[in-house]
């Protein structure tokens, strides 16, 4: 079975200070993983995928297929960075979340 | 394209009453997705469309649940009777499946608020 697992619901961190948001997934076969982003209030948005291997926002996140860790990092946080954050898998056309971290990022 | 649109934003009404929450997905986009997002438990699915058919509905919580989706640009979230303890965001998404590039597409949200 496909899962998601988030092991932080909150993080707080002081601002300049790097940030890593741990997820761990199962999945049998070679997954798609994905980091979602929710600002106060807002709709969820893509923040990035690993395909495209990108940095966003000063944020990374490697997929680690021997620890099947796909963890979101950042090496000098911003009070702007403070949101709701979702890791997700796909498997076809169906999405599966983690349940959120909430990343608090202190001024 | 205005992206995934929810209606109402916020929804309050008393226990008991029937709430229906509404989403037209992006043109083009095959399939849609039900969520329900509270502190407690984040962000839970609760039912998925492809092609305007249900395909898994084992997200929906009970019996008083009920989705449906009669064409390609348009699907509701029915509650009936509701209840104090579905009081949560709601969110709808639908998904591009471009080949080599996938995303899920979120709505706002509809806040709802059972008294």
């Known amino acids: 079975a496909q899962r998601v697992t988030q092991p932080e619901k909150l993080l707080s961190v002081f601002k300049g200070a790097p940030v890593e948001l741990k997820c761990n997934y199962s999945?049998?076969?070679?997954?798609?993983l994905f980091w979602y982003v929710q600002y106060s209030r807002q709709r969820l948005q893509l923040l990035l995928r690993?395909?495209s291997r990108e940095s966003i926002k000063g944020f990374t996140a490697d997929l680690n297929k021997g620890e099947t860790s796909f963890h979101l990092k950042k090496p000098f946080a911003q009070e702007e960075d403070s949101a709701m954050y979702y890791c997700?898998?796909?498997?076809?056309?169906?999405?599966?979340f983690g349940t959120g971290t909430s990343l608090t990022v202190i001024p | 394209d205005a992206g995934v649109i929810q209606s109402p934003r916020h929804e309050v009404t008393e226990m008991g009453q029937e709430v229906t929450l509404r989403c037209k997905p992006i043109?083009?986009?095959?399939?849609l997705f039900w969520y329900r997002q509270t502190m407690m438990r984040g962000l839970e699915l609760l039912i998925y469309?492809?092609?305007?058919?249900?395909?898994?509905d084992s997200g929906m919580p009970e019996d008083r649940f009920s989705a449906k989706m009669p064409n390609a640009s348009f699907s509701t979230l029915k509650i009936q009777p509701s209840e104090p303890r579905d009081s949560a965001v709601y969110f709808c998404?639908?998904?591009?499946?471009?080949?080599?590039?996938?995303?899920?597409?979120f709505g706002q949200g509809t806040r709802l608020t059972v008294v």
């Open positions: 997700a898998l796909i498997r076809g056309n169906q999405f599966y």
């Open positions: 998404a639908s998904i591009t499946g471009r080949q080599g590039y996938t995303e899920a597409f």
């Open positions: 469309f492809n092609n305007n058919v249900p395909i898994d």
């Open positions: 043109s083009g986009h095959n399939s």
């Open positions: 999945y049998s076969g070679s997954p798609e």
């Open positions: 690993h395909i």
